[in-house]
């Protein structure tokens, strides 16, 4: 399945931005996990949201209350709503899928249970 990541940008602390990724090729969207990731600049990959095929939503500690996962099977869609945007949230985040289709959700997400990636888009909150 191939994952195209759009809606970053450059906006101040304290906005909202909403991301937004397509799945596309021969794909059971509406079975998989989808998860974003960010990564900002000399730091590991981390997760920040994942959503499971019956829309159970799962979030890290940095984003929950802020961020909102949602996604959209008749349009092969995940977003992420992202409020309350600090200058730490800047990175560039990147939508994943996890098409195992095991039934099986376990925390923590790692980067290792996704096994498609989109290209990533920058999200950068100025102060």
């Known amino acids: 399945v191939q994952l195209q990541a759009s809606g970053g940008g450059l906006v101040q602390a304290g906005d909202s931005l909403r991301l937004s990724c397509v799945a596309s090729?021969?794909?059971?969207?509406?079975?998989?996990?989808m998860g974003w990731f960010r990564q900002a600049p000399g730091k590991e990959r981390e997760f920040v949201a994942a959503i499971t095929w019956t829309s159970t939503r799962d979030y890290s500690d940095s984003v929950r209350g802020r961020f909102t996962i949602s996604r959209d099977n008749a349009e092969n869609t995940v977003y992420l709503q992202m409020n309350k945007l600090t200058p730490g949230d800047t990175a560039v985040y990147y939508c994943?899928?996890?098409?195992?289709?095991?039934?099986?959700?376990?925390?923590?997400?790692?980067?290792?249970?996704?096994?498609?990636w989109g290209q990533g888009t920058l999200v950068t909150v100025s102060s």
């Open positions: 090729g021969h794909t059971f969207f509406s079975e998989y996990i």
């Open positions: 994943a899928a996890d098409t195992s289709r095991t039934y099986i959700y376990t925390r923590p997400q790692t980067t290792e249970k996704f096994d498609s």
